[in-house]
C-alpha cells in the first residue's frame, strides 16, 4: 500500500496501488484518506496501469458494481496496458468524481491509479 494523501497535489497525484481480486470491487481512491468530507474529490482525468501478470481484464465501473456490466462499465483494460479515464484525453468543460468509480477485473491483477489535476 502507498503512503496516504488526504489533499490533492495538483498536476498528477499519485491514487497509489490497487490489487484486485475478480469479484470483489475496489474503490479507485480506497488509498486515500479524506478527512474533509465536504468536497469530493474531483480531477479531470483517472489514469490506469495494469500489471501484466496474470493475464486478464480490468474494469473501470460506475458505482460498486462487481464484474463487468453493460450499464457499468466504462472502460476495461487489458493486462498489461495503460489507459485513462475519459480515454486518451482530459474532460475540458468538467470533472470526474473519483469517489464514483470502482474496479473490478476477471483474474486478481495490479492496478496502478493517478488523478490528473485533481482538486478536494
Known amino acids: 500500500m502507498s503512503q496516504q494523501l488526504n489533499k490533492a497535489i495538483g498536476g498528477v497525484t499519485p491514487l497509489g496501488v490497487i ?3 475478480s469479484g470483489t470491487p475496489q474503490k479507485v481512491t480506497e488509498n486515500l484518506n479524506l478527512s474533509d468530507q465536504v ?4 480531477c479531470r482525468q483517472l489514469g490506469f496501469s495494469v500489471d501484466s501478470s496474470p493475464s486478464g481484464e480490468v474494469y473501470v465501473n460506475y458505482g460498486n458494481v462487481a464484474g463487468k456490466d453493460a450499464h457499468a462499465t466504462a472502460l476495461i483494460i487489458q493486462s498489461g496496458t495503460a489507459q485513462s479515464l475519459p ?6 468543460d468538467g470533472v470526474l468524481d473519483a469517489n464514483a ?3 473490478d477485473g476477471s483474474a486478481s491483477c495490479v492496478v496502478a ?7 478536494n
Open 87 to 92: 480515454l486518451g484525453s482530459l474532460t475540458t
Open 113 to 119: 491509479v493517478y488523478a490528473l489535476d485533481a482538486s
Open 39 to 42: 468536497y469530493t474529490f474531483s
Open 19 to 21: 490489487t484486485i481480486s
Open 101 to 103: 468509480w470502482w474496479l
